[in-house]
T-cell receptor, first 113, second 116 residues
């Protein structure tokens, strides 16, 4: 069965510093990996996804994610954090088995001015 | 462009009362539709998904049910609410023609349900 883990409940970074939100996955076939962001009392917003090809995926709001097959990871990154990036971030996975997305428990990102 | 609506936005209901949450999608045909529940602002639990009218897959056995009476309408219901049903309910849609690995799911604004 497919699964995804976000090992950090919370990440704190200073504004202007680079940020990384970690995600590892487990699938039986080829993984399709997604990142979403959720602001308070809002639905999830799609940021980016990895399907195939280049291991570095660029997405919305300056975010990017790096796919690493050997480490089964898909970490979300941003070169310079903004206070407005403070939110809850979800990693999700689907394998070739054609099932709904399976989400991690989420990581709360706090960017401090 | 496609849009997804959920209503109501917030709901306060007594224990034992019925529930009906509605989700509709505009700008697409034959979407895949999903209901998730989020407790305490954290992880998402998939409740139901549907790949077509009248086709509902249940992921978690509980006192909730789902129906899809029209192509772009997805309804979450309960005959008798429990305290544990409180949470943030999210509807999502994805491109139809079956669930493919590459399909993105797009979420609605959510319904905050409080059961007292």
């Amino acid at each position: 069965a497919q699964s995804v883990a976000q090992p950090e409940d919370q990440v704190k970074v200073a504004e202007g510093n680079p940020l990384t939100v970690k995600c590892t996955y487990s699938v039986s076939g080829n993984p399709y990996l997604f990142w979403y962001v959720q602001y308070p009392n809002r639905g999830l917003q799609f940021l980016l996804k990895y399907i195939t090809g280049d291991n570095l995926v660029k997405g919305s709001y300056g975010f990017e994610a790096e796919f690493n097959k050997s480490q089964t990871s898909f970490h979300l990154k941003k070169p310079s954090a903004l206070v407005s990036d403070s939110a809850l971030y979800f990693c999700a996975v689907r394998d070739v088995g054609n099932t709904p997305l399976v989400f991690g428990k989420g990581t709360r990102l706090s960017v401090i001015a | 462009s496609q849009t997804i609506h959920q209503w109501p936005a917030t709901l306060v209901q007594p224990v034992g009362s019925p529930l009906s949450l509605e989700c509709t999608v505009e700008g697409t045909s034959n979407p895949n539709l999903y209901w998730y529940r989020q407790a305490a602002g954290r992880g998402l639990q998939l409740l139901f998904y549907s790949v077509g009218i009248g086709q509902i897959s249940s992921e978690v056995p509980q006192n909730l049910s789902a129906s899809r009476p029209q192509d772009r309408q997805f309804i979450l219901s309960s005959k008798k609410l429990l305290l544990s049903d409180s949470g943030f309910y999210l509807c999502a849609w994805g491109p139809g023609q079956g669930v493919r690995g590459t399909d993105t799911q797009y979420f609605g604004p959510g319904t905050r349900l409080t059961v007292l």
